[in-house]
């Protein structure tokens, strides 16, 4: 006779509802964010689920970049102290996309019952870890939190992922004579639901794919990992699912077990988080309340003889449950190595700072210096989604171990939108009062700020400089201004002057050639030239000619990138935008009329 399916608890089917709506309002604010729209309307929506996340609050407390933008996090901290980890089993979009997971590829699959103690101390020891490195002023918590780790994969892979399938799927629907998905290609174009195509030169599509890959494979490793145990990420290095435990430790509110256990194991074996086990002489089991996610699946469906309850209390014996105290040796161990690493990793960047060594140019309206962009970024990746351009990507260590992660330009991929944010009606009608950077409008922290469109054009980020052994012009000699054309300022930061240079068409004739150019030019200037000679010389290439070289206007020039994405040249450009490295970020007023100006130390053609 088969055994009759237990009913499941209503609190685990509100749970599913509750995972399912979460996990579509954080894919769904995604793409909007994507597209701008939310960002320019609603912008906290774009960041709802970064400035909710307790571990983004104390660590930014810690670091001393405090924005009251996250005290919405508060509430989430609030609720962990009657329920620790709900926030894991109910709203977190990372945890419901490993549930999903799971289901679909590792359902029937048998899997390690327990770890190892030591394995579940490791989340305790990281959070310890990413605080004491908090304390010295760095935001790489960000790299270890959940939410930044889910921000970050959807945004800079998943997404562009989809984007490629769609496209690539709807085409070839097309091709195979589906006309539908002509319709649909054009709809969702016309939408600006697919991402913009990178122009990627020569050189630098691999920085654009390398991070996309990295970012891929992180969210992959977190899924897969649960091949050997369910939820392999939030049972042992989850560190915001550690400190909600923490918090709630003493919470009346948790897995309770009666004296009706028959240790049958079921409920150790099918909990998701590992948050039932065995007492000391195996006779019974006891809940975790730092474990527990609250998914009321086991009061329900899998305990047979119901000794399991969820709450503050019932009639009847239940066990004691002692309380779980993290491993002080891992916790302590964690906290001493990370007090020893992060002044290391302070220094090196205050010693780049210092030396003006940072080559990366960061977006407009970032905390300066540097250290204190570094303290206020969490690395979640919102701003090189919401980019129009796609200039903004992750920097890899070249601006040291600190900067990993962090926002900068790649402007052989894209530039900084000079009317960024701002709708074309609103630039048409000249109305540009309104926040124009969309990066500073979705940044969580207050790391990069949100800048109208005058304060924007004031903040120079950068200053371009022409490399005269790459731009055509100065090192061939052959004509080029596409870099002046194209500067969106409306006076032009990139102008030229016209010289007379060498005709490089006289210079590849033979010297025979020349010596005879030279002589019937040196006939005609003493008035002994005949009609023939005069003819032969016209029909010779010119000594030399005019010629317009291009030249910056450094007090005008923002930094903005354009110049060197357009620049026609394979691989490196003609013209490079070179990091502002004086402190002073504000160096015009809106009309162009020089405020202050500090030491740049930029060098190229005048």
Known sequence: MAKRKKPR???????????????????????????????????????????????????????????????????????????????????????????????????????????????????????????????????????????????????????????????????????????????VYDWASGAGLFIRDANFKEGTAGIGYLWLAVFAAVLLGIWLAQAYQKRFWCRNLCPLGAMLGLAGSVSPFRPRVSDACIACGACRDRCKVGALEPTADGERYRGLVQECIFCYSCEREFCPVDAIHIGAGRPGPVRPEPRVVPGRRAFLGSAAAAAVVAPAMLLDQRTREKNETNPKVRPPGALRPDTEFLAACVRCGACMRVCPTNALHPSGIENGLAGLWTPTFVFNIGYCEYYCGVPADDVQAGRLDGTANLCGKVCPTGAIQALAHAEKIAHKIGTAVFDPTRCLPWARGEECLTCEEQCPLPDKAISHRTEEVANLDWLALPQSKRHRYEDLEARLAAGTLSDTERAELEAMPPKSRLLARPYVLRDRCIGCGTCENVCPLDGPSGVRVERLQTREVRVTDVGGQQRQRGRTGHGGPR
């Open 9 to 183: 608890h209503l609190l685990h089917v509100l749970r599913i509802v509750s995972q399912l709506v979460f996990l579509g309002l954080f894919v769904g604010l995604v793409v909007a964010t994507a597209l701008g729209t939310t960002v320019t309307d609603h912008p906290w929506l774009a960041r709802l689920f970064l400035i909710t996340d307790p571990l983004i609050l104390v660590g930014m407390t810690l670091a001393g970049a405090f924005s009251a933008a996250l005290l919405a996090a508060l509430a989430v901290l609030a609720l962990s102290l009657l329920f620790p980890r709900a926030y894991c089993g109910w709203i977190c979009p990372l945890g419901t996309s490993m549930d999903i997971i799971d289901k679909v590829l590792f359902r029937r699959r048998k899997r390690t019952r327990e770890a190892a103690p030591a394995l579940r101390q490791m989340k305790y020891g990281l959070l310890a870890a990413l605080l004491v490195t908090a304390l010295f002023g760095l935001g790489v918590f960000g790299w270890f939190d959940p939410v930044c780790i889910a921000t970050r994969s959807f945004a800079v892979a998943v997404y562009p992922i989809a984007d490629w399938a769609a496209k690539t799927g709807l085409v070839a629907a097309e091709e195979a004579g589906i006309d539908a998905a002509a319709g």
